[in-house]
């Protein structure tokens, strides 16, 4: 399950945010029963709007889980945020960290 570099994120846009192929990484099994949350923090701390925002498992996939980011999403435009994924099942847990930004949506 690669991660990416950096995640983007628009204010007041409707998204979708996904984890695609959560595994366990001693038995390779999908893990479909897992409570995978996202928090974005900002210079001011956690963004309202996607704290602890869970993210629900995709019915028929290998560890595919998404949530969507409400239209009510509004943080200030800049780069310096940190999007935070935790999953747990089981006896698993993992916690990765990924460098974000909130910029404006360009129509094109």
Do not use: H
């Amino acid at each position: 399950m690669p991660l990416p570099r950096k995640i983007t994120l628009c204010p007041l846009n409707t998204q979708i945010v996904k984890l695609s192929g959560l595994r366990n990484s001693l038995t390779g099994a999908a893990l479909n029963d897992a409570v995978v949350l996202i928090t974005l923090t900002g210079p001011g701390g956690p963004v309202t709007g996607c704290i602890a925002l869970r993210l629900e498992y995709v019915p028929g996939s290998d560890g595919d889980y998404r949530a969507v980011i409400g239209e009510e999403f509004n943080p200030a435009v800049d780069e310096g945020y940190t999007l935070t994924i935790t999953a747990s099942q089981d006896q698993s847990k993992a916690t990765w960290s990924i460098p974000a930004a909130v910029a404006a949506r360009v129509a094109g």
